[in-house]
Every structure is written in structure tokens, then in C-alpha cells.
């Protein structure tokens, strides 16, 4: 007699979860005013536009702690990832100055040409955001005692550490160099640039190192490893994608390194994976929104 065969069983599908885990953000606690194109520096070079910047600000009264968000190389203040990001931050209860300035320069070296005079009108002008921000932060329900700098891709890091004597540097360099000459004239006068904390989201602290051997008095004006020293008193929190760019993430390492060894209260968060931009959304969005929150909130 002949077994009855076992009929076969069908491969068993994966049955999907009842739900997928979600990131939520959390809600803007306060309603914003946004104020677009408020000017705060003239440029010297002629037929140069008077430059501006946009201010997000919690209704409610303050005084707010101040971010100022100094968009990257190549980039402008009216990009939906600055808009968007700032006025996020600011229904999270701070006020956000963005300003913008002018730059066409995408590489080192086209910043060291013609004596570095980008470089200074790039300096220059966020010096004088700084000082706009000390000047009218309380026009618009911030804090003027305390300023925080966030820079995408390390920029406004040359602001943070030299601060008032920026225009004392330069025009040092510029005896030595035979120019270039000052390149902006500040809309705020008689107020500090001094900046209180530093926040650099994922920067690469090494691109200036090429200028050390080929233009080292500019490259006593940008590397970051060579402004170590000025500012002791300065807060720094980098911000680093790890996975991504893992060179990038480890030149982070060494000059967050760098400035323990010298006394700086710093601190590195890594972020994992991500792109160069600020995320649009997701737990990257919110770690880097609370760093920026703890930083200026302290």
C-alpha cells in the first residue's frame, strides 16, 4: 500500500507589522515673525549690492537666546534649507538672524587670489552681521549678550575665534601684502563682533592646509587648526556625518582633538549617515536642531 504523499506546504510570506515606527518631530512651541532683507553691510567694490539678511523670530516676548546661521560657500540665505531650517529653530524659542554674502569663490585657491580680497569682504561681512545682531537683537525679542554661531560647512568659524581684532588682522596682512584693502563698511557701528559659541556642521577643518606652504599669512587667517588660541573663551560643538564621509569625519576628530588639548570647552557629535546639506527631516534634523538649542540655551 502506497504512502499517501504530504502535499506541500507553501513557502510562509513575512507578514508585514501592524505598524512601522515613525519619526515625529515635535511641534513648534511659538508662532514666528519673519523679516526679509534687513541691510547691515555695504560692500566697497563698486556697483557691489548693499547686503541683507532675514530675521525669524518667536511672537512671543522674550529676550531669546540669538543663532546666526551663515550659510555655506556657494549657497544664499533664501535657499528652502536656510528658510526652512531657520524658521524651525526659531518655533523652537530662538531668534535667527541669517545673513547673506557674497562670494562666487568654490575652491581655495580662488580665494587666495588677488591678494585674498574675497576672503577679507567673506570676513568682513560676517564680522558685521555679528555686530548687527549685538546692535538690533532686542528689536526683534532676542538677547543681545549672547550670540551663537551656526556654520554650514565651517563657514563664519574665522568670525568666531578672531572677532573684534579681524580688522586689525587683516589690515596687518595687508601692510606686509601690499593690500587688500577693507571691503565692506559695517551698517552697525560701536557694538562687539565677539561671538559666545560656535556650532559647525559638517565642515572639512583640513581645506585650508594647502595654503600653509603656498600663502601662509592667509593661512593664519583660515585654518582652523591655526586659530587655535584666540577666543579661549570660545564654545565650540561640531556636528559631523560619520558613515558618509569618514576622512571628513576623522579631520573633525583631530581638530575637536586639537582644541580639548588647548583648553577649549568643545564637544563632537557624530551624526552617522547623512549628505553635506542640513537634513530635511528625520532624527539627523532633530539632533542637530537640539545641539543647536542646547548650545544657545546654556
Not at 588647548?262 to 564637544?267: C, K, N, Q, V
Request: aromatic share 10%; glycine share 8%.
Amino acid at each position: 500500500m502506497e504512502a499517501t504523499p504530504t502535499p506541500l506546504q507553501p513557502t510562509p510570506t513575512p507578514v508585514p507589522p501592524t505598524s512601522t515606527p515613525t519619526f515625529v518631530p515635535p511641534t513648534p512651541a511659538f508662532t514666528v515673525e519673519v523679516t526679509k532683507d534687513v541691510e547691515y553691510v555695504a560692500l566697497l567694490q563698486p556697483g557691489a549690492p548693499v547686503q541683507k539678511l532675514d530675521v525669524y523670530a518667536p511672537t512671543e516676548l522674550g529676550p531669546w537666546p540669538v543663532v546666526v546661521l551663515m550659510h555655506s560657500s556657494y549657497q544664499s540665505k533664501d535657499n528652502a534649507t536656510y528658510t526652512s531650517f531657520g524658521e524651525e529653530l526659531a518655533g523652537r524659542g530662538v531668534v535667527v538672524f541669517v545673513p547673506q554674502r557674497r562670494s562666487q569663490c568654490a575652491t581655495v585657491m580662488e580665494y587666495a587670489q588677488n591678494n585674498g580680497m574675497e576672503l577679507r569682504e567673506v570676513h568682513e561681512s560676517w564680522a558685521c552681521a555679528i555686530r548687527f545682531v549685538r546692535e538690533r537683537a532686542a528689536d526683534f525679542r532676542g538677547d543681545p549678550g549672547q550670540v551663537t554661531v551656526f556654520g554650514h560647512g565651517g563657514t563664519g568659524l574665522e568670525t568666531a575665534f578672531i572677532g573684534d581684532d579681524l580688522q586689525q588682522v587683516w589690515e596687518e596682512v595687508a601692510s606686509l601684502r601690499g593690500g587688500p584693502p577693507p571691503q565692506t563698511d559695517c551698517l552697525a557701528g560701536g557694538v562687539t563682533a565677539h561671538v559666545d559659541a560656535y556650532v559647525g556642521y559638517n565642515a572639512d577643518y583640513k581645506v585650508w592646509e594647502i595654503l600653509r606652504d603656498s600663502d601662509p599669512e592667509l593661512w593664519e587667517l583660515t585654518s582652523p587648526f591655526a586659530l587655535i588660541g584666540r577666543n579661549p573663551s570660545l564654545l565650540v560643538h561640531l556636528v559631523q556625518r560619520e558613515k558618509d564621509a569618514p576622512t571628513l569625519f576623522e579631520r573633525a576628530v583631530e581638530y575637536h582633538e586639537a582644541l580639548v588639548d588647548a583648553g577649549y570647552d568643545a564637544t563632537l557629535t557624530a551624526l552617522g549617515s547623512g549628505e553635506y546639506a542640513i537634513p530635511w527631516s528625520g532624527p539627523a534634523r532633530e539632533a542637530l536642531i537640539q545641539v543647536i538649542l542646547e548650545v544657545a540655551h546654556r
